[in-house]
């Protein structure tokens, strides 16, 4: 290793973009978001800034999400950002390349794989790394994977749900859904619009989740004021939503997230099943941070489930370390120019 060159980790979500520097943690944590003016095909803003933007625009700017479900939806603006994220980090007169780590879902396939890798590489890296989330979140999580015991990590992010039984350093089964925090905000804006003929965004919804949100129902009820359109009269209005409500409206959303768990135990060799009901399950990525997912996995599958510290930079942090020790880590990292 010479000194010259740089290491970046990457945890490219369909939510947020997290960027971590060995020796230093996570140096930057914003929305995977991007802002695009439509006449000259421009790029405006990216981040927080343009995460601002997200259903404020006029016509002729749009902001959306290169991401989809955790993979690269539009490549060109992918590239673009990962740009972005890499200059803001090193500084935009860094002459050495940096090797990169980016972090992919468990169910990726080797096309999407070679897209980040070839966006990352576009974007200014060296040499680019790509690895499995679930194996990530486990080296994040402090789980030692290296060991010949089943550990289960369960992380929820934005646009998927990655499930996977890890034991000797790779994944023994794994299952990777499209059911995440994003389509738990899709329900609630849709449970909105029915009960209460009120059309919300995206960000409303989610401030929602994150308020009053829970996966089980509570006996002492959260409520929360949220302003939207009226769709009958067209007019700005404001309604009263409680918790118990949400955790109705979201059920359906939660129960495809267990049947994941389910499905990956199920797959899971007798030995190492084992070793998960001594271990729980551990939970990663932000949307695990809805309250009581962890009670209503072990209502659902009897194994103990709790969250690991700091859940949403898991991956991130795992991304640092794997660079770190490289050498260990070998046999889970897939290497790519």
Do not use: W
């Not at 070839?118 to 994040?140: D, H, M, Q, S, T």
């Not at 994003?182 to 909105?192: G, L, P, S, T």
């Not at 898991?314 to 990292?333: F, N």
């Amino acid at each position: 290793m010479s000194i010259f060159s740089r290491k970046l980790g990457i945890d490219l979500g369909t939510a947020n973009t997290l960027v971590y520097l060995p020796r230093k943690g996570v140096v930057l944590n914003e929305p995977s978001v991007v802002a695009v003016s439509v006449p000259d095909n421009k790029i405006l803003a990216v981040g927080l800034d343009a995460k601002s933007m997200i259903g404020k625009t006029p016509d002729s700017i749009i902001a959306y999400r290169p991401m989809k479900d955790g993979v690269i939806a539009d490549y060109r603006v992918t590239e673009a950002m990962l740009r972005y994220y890499i200059n803001k980090v090193l500084g935009r007169f860094n002459v050495f390349r940096p090797d990169v780590l980016i972090s992919v879902p468990a169910g990726v396939s080797s096309t999407e794989r070679r897209a980040v890798i070839e966006a990352a590489v576009k974007a200014g890296a060296r040499n680019a790394y790509v690895v499995k989330e679930p194996v990530l979140a486990a080296i994040g999580a402090g789980v030692p994977i290296h060991e010949a015991h089943g550990h289960m990590i369960v992380d929820i992010g934005g646009g998927t749900t990655d499930v996977a039984v890890i034991s000797l350093g790779g994944i023994v089964a794994s299952k990777s859904v499209k059911c995440a925090g994003d389509k738990i905000d899709v329900a609630i804006a849709d449970y909105i619009k029915k009960s209460f003929n009120l059309a919300i965004g995206d960000r409303t919804a989610e401030e929602v989740k994150i308020k009053i949100a829970s996966a089980v129902p509570l006996e002492d009820e959260l409520v929360v004021s949220i302003k939207g359109r009226d769709f009958v009269a067209g007019l700005p209005r404001s309604v009263q939503v409680s918790t118990n409500e949400i955790v109705k409206a979201i059920e359906p959303q939660l129960r495809d997230i267990v049947k994941a768990i389910k499905d990956v135990l199920q797959d899971t060799p007798p030995e190492l099943a084992a070793d998960i009901i001594d271990h729980g399950i551990i939970m990663t990525g932000g949307s695990s941070q809805l309250r009581n997912l962890p009670e209503l996995v072990y209502r659902r599958t009897g194994v103990r489930a709790y969250l690991a510290e700091d859940p949403l930079f898991c991956v991130a942090k795992g991304t640092g370390l794997a660079l770190e020790h490289l050498e260990t880590y070998k046999k889970s990292i897939i290497a790519k120019r």
